[in-house]
């Protein structure tokens, strides 16, 4: 069974404390790993799709990598305005272009 | 960038009505979109698949006669969700794709209450 479990559930940082959340993923083939921010009450923002093993991609302070087994969302000197909850999300060849969601990280930044 | 419009984005209804959500994608055509149920702080769960056309595909527990979704236009798809009950209050969200767009766009999500 396709499976995404993320850690840890709850991470509070300091303002310019950099940290990383994982995302690990049991799937069938993948075709793709997303990264989504939620902010609450909203849908989720896009961040990054990363296709095979040893991609990466970078956007402001966030950097995203990928295994054969997981993922990694490296945040760098965060802000306060980067607190979020951080899904992650896999595509599984012959799914049917569907998202299998983990559960989320809730990321706080405080000053 | 692609948008998705949901609309509303609350909503509260008495138990045994019906409440309509529309999910419309504004800049683009979307032959496919999905439709998520999320309950306070746990993640997506994805309800059905809607294609533009045809009959949607549902998640393995998602009872089709109770969560009504029709894909009448390339840019607009709807779920119904009939004789609502307490337990059906929970966020509900839209999302599409978009050819030669990388990822998934999601509406900004509907909370739904049923008193």
């Known amino acids: 069974e396709d499976q995404v479990t993320q850690s840890p559930e709850a991470l509070r940082l300091q303002e310019g404390e950099s940290s990383s959340l994982n995302c690990s993923y049991t799937?069938?083939?993948?075709?793709?790993l997303f990264w989504y921010r939620q902010d609450p009450g909203k849908g989720p923002e896009f961040l990054f799709t990363?296709?095979?093993a040893g991609e990466e991609k970078e956007k402001e302070r966030l950097k995203a990598t990928l295994t054969k087994k997981e993922s990694f969302l490296h945040i760098t000197a965060p802000k306060p305005e980067d607190s979020a909850t951080y899904l992650c999300?896999?595509?599984?060849?012959?799914?049917?272009?569907?998202?299998?969601f983990g559960a989320g990280t809730r990321l706080a930044v405080h000053p | 960038g692609a948008v998705v419009s949901q609309h509303p984005s609350r909503v509260i209804c008495k138990s045994g009505t019906s409440v309509k959500i529309e999910c419309r994608s504004l800049?683009?055509?979307?032959?496919?979109m999905f439709w998520y149920r999320q309950f306070p702080k746990q993640s997506l769960m994805l309800m059905a698949t809607?294609?533009?056309?045809?009959?949607?595909?549902?998640e393995q527990g998602v009872e089709k006669d109770k969560f009504l979704i029709n894909h009448a236009s390339l840019t607009l798809s709807t779920l119904t969700v009939t004789s609502a009950h307490p337990e059906d209050s929970s966020f509900y969200i839209c999302?599409?794709?978009?050819?030669?767009?990388?990822?998934?766009?999601f509406g900004s999500g509907t909370r739904l209450t049923v008193v």
């Open positions: 809607s294609n533009e056309g045809s009959k949607a595909t549902y």
């Open positions: 999300a896999v595509q599984a060849a012959g799914g049917y272009n569907k998202l299998i």
């Open positions: 999302s599409a794709s978009r050819q030669g767009h990388d990822g998934y766009t």
């Open positions: 799937v069938s083939g993948l075709r793709g």
């Open positions: 800049d683009f055509q979307a032959t496919t």
């Open positions: 990363l296709y095979s």
